[in-house]
Nanobody, 122 residues
Framework: QVQLVESGGGLVQTGGSLRLSCAASGLTFNDNAMGWFRQAPGKEREFVAVINWSGGSTSYAASVKGRFTISRDNAKNTVYLQMNSLKPEDTAVYYC???????????????WGQGTQVTVSS
């Protein structure tokens, strides 16, 4: 079965950095676009970033553009999210997801990980 396993979350101070990883198995990784979403308490899950199958195209939410970088290593079936200049409003559970289309629309994503908590202290 398909598994997406996120790691790398934790507690960091404002202005700090974290690198999230998502290891995929059970699917043809380089057939899929990979996205990162996040969900803060009491809020809907929101789009953060997406990368196409080859890594040649990326897109970001306005709130993270210039601070976050999505990348992938198809040889390792892994997608990454480098998060710099973190702010308290970045605090959320971060999820990776797989889709046949590189889109911000979460309804299109077929598979989801269990999430990893990121907490940014002020």
């Amino acid at each position: 079965q398909v598994q997406l396993v996120e790691s790398g979350g934790g507690l960091v101070q404002t202005g700090g950095s974290l690198r999230l990883s998502c290891a995929a198995s059970g699917l043809t990784f380089n057939d899929n676009a990979m996205g990162w979403f996040r969900q803060a308490p009491g809020k809907e899950r929101e789009f953060v970033a997406v990368i196409n199958w080859s890594g040649g195209s990326t897109s970001y939410a306005a709130s993270v553009k210039g601070r976050f970088t999505i990348s992938r290593d198809n040889a390792k079936n892994t997608v990454y999210l480098q998060m710099n200049s973190l702010k308290p409003e970045d605090t959320a559970v971060y999820y990776c997801a797989a889709s046949r289309l590189p889109t911000y629309y979460r309804g299109v994503y077929d598979y989801w990980g269990q999430g990893t908590q990121v907490t940014v202290s002020s």
